[in-house]
């Protein structure tokens, strides 16, 4: 069975070395597999939902009982394997692929998940990341920052987070732990305290986990809203276009704070190409251009600099994921 998925694989490169390689995008809800051939084209998939109860042991012999599953389902034999990449929603410390925590999977903890995966697959070679650093590597090489030396790829959901790009490669950091930039410390000491333990990072003001807290919070202090609970972004957007005070407020807070995140990553880095995606971009608002504007008026330079979305769908994260073993 070939499973080509179209516009989201069309001018994928022959991978290097031959053989199969299997890309894992572990979601705090759901965990997607695809199996890739020597030129990078899916031709086999699974998906299950993760199961945020299992301890990392059997959380990882699941999924390697998952790998064998699909290899055996695509007649792909042990020895046509070329290796196995897992992008993860948690702080993966580099070189040696420990898990030191994860995001909405508590119990994902203090575990060497790369050694484990390499044991478990018979010593084929693994590689195990952070999600962003996937969602880099994915629109570097397929998708909306092809061809470009720097990129910066800019998470807008739950959570503000980036993976950064520089001269063509993935900028991990000393320890991997890069592109952690939703809790630069905009405002310490103030604001809601952010999930990370400090108060007064970006993603505490523009992410829309924490967006509620602050209407809350101004309802409290007396401002009128025809906004109710829950404060949904649908909710929030609806608001802004009939101009609810609060409504508007808020999504004039969360795009400040984007163009103060995403201009000091600019004038640190001087990456002139970023590359948006998550679930704020689907407000119905025009969230991207309200950034823009603010960010220009940051921006002494004007030199260009360029705002893009994610080309590649929800494939992203095992294309990423398998893009780990050449990163
Ligand atoms: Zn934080």
Redesign the pocket.
């Known amino acids: 069975m070939h499973l080509r998925s179209g516009a989201d694989i069309r001018g994928i490169r022959r991978m290097s070395g031959r053989g199969y390689t299997v890309g894992i995008d572990v979601g705090g809800t759901k965990t997607a597999y695809g199996l890739f051939d020597a030129d990078g084209k899916i031709i086999a998939r699974r998906r299950h939902p993760s199961d945020a109860k299992l301890a990392p042991e059997p959380f990882f012999d699941r999924i390697i009982g998952n790998i064998n599953a699909l290899c055996a389902e695509a007649g792909v034999s042990a020895g046509e394997l070329r290796g196995v990449g897992a992008g993860m929603p948690s702080f993966v410390r580099a070189p040696d692929g420990c898990i030191i925590r994860t995001a909405n999977l508590p119990l994902i903890r203090d575990f060497p998940a790369l050694e484990y995966l390499e044991r478990g697959l018979g010593g084929i070679r693994a590689a195990v990341g952070n999600d962003m650093h996937v969602g880099a590597l994915a629109e570097h090489r397929y998708g909306a920052g092809r061809g470009r030396d720097n990129m910066l790829y800019c998470l807008l959901s739950t959570g503000i987070s980036s993976g950064i790009i520089i001269g063509g490669k993935l900028f991990r950091g000393s320890r991997g732990f890069s592109g952690?930039s939703?809790?630069m410390?905009v405002t310490p000491g103030e604001g809601p305290e952010?999930?990370?333990?400090?108060r007064?990072?970006?993603?505490?003001y523009a992410s829309a986990s924490k967006i509620p807290e602050h209407i809350r919070q101004w309802i409290e202090d007396g401002e009128e809203t025809s906004l109710t609970e829950p404060f949904s972004t649908a909710r929030i957007a609806e608001g802004w276009k009939l101009g609810d005070r609060l409504a508007v407020r808020a999504v004039e807070q969360m795009t400040l704070y984007m163009a103060v995140w995403l201009f000091n990553l600019y004038i640190t880095l001087n990456i002139d190409c970023f590359v948006f995606g998550g679930g704020l971009l689907n407000m119905e608002l025009p969230l991207l251009d309200m950034v823009r504007e603010k960010f220009d008026g940051f921006d002494k330079a004007g030199m260009p600099v360029e705002f893009k979305t994610t080309e590649l769908g929800e494939d992203f994260g095992i294309i990423g994921a398998a893009e780990l073993l050449r990163a």
């Open positions: 952690e939703g809790h410390i952010c999930g990370c333990g400090n007064g990072c970006v993603s505490a």
